[in-house]
């Protein structure tokens, strides 16, 4: 994928937000803590990192699944914490959400016709037999047929029912679309089908995604900007090319070295970057950098500062001491002392 062009308007901004679950008996779970990162119109930014990092959290609480415990959500310049009547239902038209798992996102007691068209029914845009051809029409679009409208979820493959996801989402014209991880519960030759599929509803429509996925591979080749998450902090943003090109984390560096590369001799010859040690609970984080107990290129002043997010070459953040001169020298200091 080619460099992206420096974008300019911000469909959504992601300002300081955290989602802590209160799991009794003074457990709290930081699921996302502190994450801050735009996205442009028309691009599509992928967040990537391992089960239980936080993307899927941070996703549903943009859209309102979940409330933000702190931070600020703006969606087209507005704040989406105290929408109410108008505002939340045109929000809720204009930010729609595909579903991981395309067996457990549909109702089955409900038509293929019916499911499609429930956005078009809350918000009063189609009825009777204009109703059916949006129906119709949606179905075309996402590659599948009008005998298809009258049957039920259970019918469907799974590559089909993430279709009808797609389809459903679509209904009411969004402009923001978060895709959580709608690959991932499908065989490999289908995923590129509906990947494929989004980039060209993407190019005809005008669409913006967040596309949250732990397959870097794919992640490289539907988005324009890529951000690492781990353990609920974002460790490090930049163009798709230039993460895979220069990763500057330590954890990015190792995410990418597993990623296969389709090519015998290179494959044999590269350096796979192996990650000691389990992922820690976020009921109780390490202090500091998080990633410090499995990185190795830990510093004594990782676990002493949480790392600050800055952007440390044109449009390429990142959270790492190993980037700030103010911890290299407080790293230096303390080795001369030692010695």
Same mark, same amino acid.
Request: net charge neutral; aromatic share 6%; with cysteine.
């Given at each position: ?104 996102? *549909? ?6 016709? #019916?499911?499609?068209? %429930? $956005? ?6 189609? &009825? /009777? ?125 190792? *995410? ?6 389709? #090519?015998?001799?290179? %494959? $044999? ?6 990650? &000691? /040690? ?62």
């Amino acid at each position: 994928m080619s460099v992206a062009e420096p974008k300019v308007e911000k469909i959504l901004e992601v300002k300081k937000v955290k989602k802590h679950f209160n799991m009794g008996r003074n457990q709290v779970v930081q699921a996302v803590d502190n994450i801050s990162f735009d996205v442009y119109k028309g691009e599509t930014l992928g967040l990537v990192g391992e089960s239980g990092c936080g993307k899927s959290t941070i996703g549903r609480t943009i859209i309102n699944l979940y409330e933000a415990t702190d931070g600020e959500i703006r969606f087209k310049g507005q704040s989406t914490k105290d929408l109410k009547g108008k505002s939340r239902k045109d929000f809720n038209r204009e930010m729609q959400m595909i579903f991981q798992d395309p067996y457990a996102s *549909l109702n089955p007691r409900m038509t293929v016709a #019916d499911i499609i068209a %429930e $956005g078009l029914d809350i918000h009063g845009l189609a &009825k /009777g037999e204009k109703r059916r051809r949006r129906v119709v029409e949606l179905l075309k679009t996402v590659g599948l047929n009008e005998e298809h409208a009258d049957r039920f979820p259970h019918e469907f493959s799974g590559g089909q029912r993430q279709r009808i996801g797609i389809a459903r989402a679509l209904a009411v014209d969004p402009d923001f679309i978060i895709a959580d991880e709608p690959i991932s519960a499908l065989d490999v030759s289908i995923q590129a089908q509906v990947v494929n599929l989004m980039k060209k509803l993407q190019r005809e429509k005008g669409l913006t995604y967040l596309f949250i996925a732990h397959d870097l591979s794919m992640v490289k080749y539907i988005s324009d900007r890529i951000g690492v998450m781990y353990l609920g902090n974002l460790v490090e943003l930049a163009d798709s090319q230039e993460l895979y090109d220069n990763p500057l984390h330590p954890y990015t560096e190792a *995410l990418l070295s597993a990623v296969p590369i389709p #090519d015998p001799d290179m %494959e $044999g010859k590269r350096e796979r970057i192996i990650l &000691k /040690g389990d992922v820690p609970s976020p009921i109780n984080p390490p202090s500091g950098c998080r990633f410090r107990t499995r990185c190795p290129k830990a510093m004594d002043i990782c676990a002493q500062e949480v790392p600050t997010w800055q952007e440390v070459r044109p449009m390429h953040w990142v959270s790492c001491h190993l980037y700030q001169e103010e911890s290299i020298k407080k790293e230096e200091a303390n080795k001369n002392q030692s010695n």
